[in-house]
């Protein structure tokens, strides 16, 4: 069980909301090693027409469902014995996902004539701070003048003129310029850190994959250093024992064949770097991890609106509300919804 498990029946011993005298059972002074924020700030902004270039493109790859279909577990990086857990909304793909994707399809789309911009979101919550500045200031004694730049890592979700969704990274830069309260010279440095935050209003495709986007930003800077602190303690936590989590436990396994299936595709061990990644006439760069496109694609750059003069099953049809034109069989607009009107050959 964890510290909130309603199995936990000692909850005396768990943190969480005190009631009655906050004093009572406090028995030791202790001290903790732990990052002092000294001073931090925050500012939220709108940008205007931004302007910025999707790279590292990939197809968003969902086998038949729709997005809204799936439901995605959190994604954790670890390294050594840390994990780092990031939990998106129900439904919410990531740039990662789409990468595993389409790593493990067996072939990858083309894109296809004009692009129409979806959506952006931060990838990360950690900003990179470059060309920063600190002066002193000498009529305000522990104060000084914070200057630089503002790196916020974007993933751009847009979709074709066949209504595939693809997904690429930018950055947008914003300059940031602040009073911000120094603490004095020590042995031991103080730091700027930056934490981040951003997601689009609206945006449009102005080609050579770049894209014209409104995007609500929001930065905060923190003046940290690493310190050691008294604090008092209530003593060391007990830990309770873990609740196994036992549900169907056994259906994943048992849903397996019961002899093993070969596999017709070859698999490389090792590809090559360069064959992950196309570059087309536009200049833009998308993944293809050396697989092959997928029968009935053209291989062509894309271009104007040469899809819809293809040879393949599926028809153009134009959005009644925001003006999308793809090539798709679904009536319901894959940007807003509405009904696809004004289908052609």
Known sequence: MSFYSYKNANADACPGAITGNAMNGITERICVQVKNVYDSCLQQEQLDDRVVTVSNIVPVLTNGCTQQDISRSCRCECAGNQCNCKCGACGEITYQDALENAENASCLPQP??????ESCRSSTTVGQITNLSVDRLCDRPQFARVMGDVSIPIDVLFVDQRCQEWMGQATIQVSKDVLLAIPDESIVPFTLESLVSAICVSGRYVGSCQFEITICVTVVLKILAEVEVMIPS?????????????ESVCDEFFSLPIFPRSSARS???????????????????????????????????PSGNTCCSQSISQSCSTCSNCGTTCQSSSSLCPRCGSAMTGSTV
């Open 112 to 117: 296809c004539g004009t692009w129409t911009f």
């Open 267 to 301: 698999i490389s061990t090792e590809p090559q770097a360069a064959s992950n990644v196309q570059t087309n006439a536009s200049g833009c760069s998308f993944y293809t991890g050396g697989k092959p496109f997928c029968s009935g694609q053209s291989t062509s750059a």
């Open 234 to 246: 209530y003593g060391f936590c007990e830990i309770p024992p873990c609740e196994e989590f036992a």
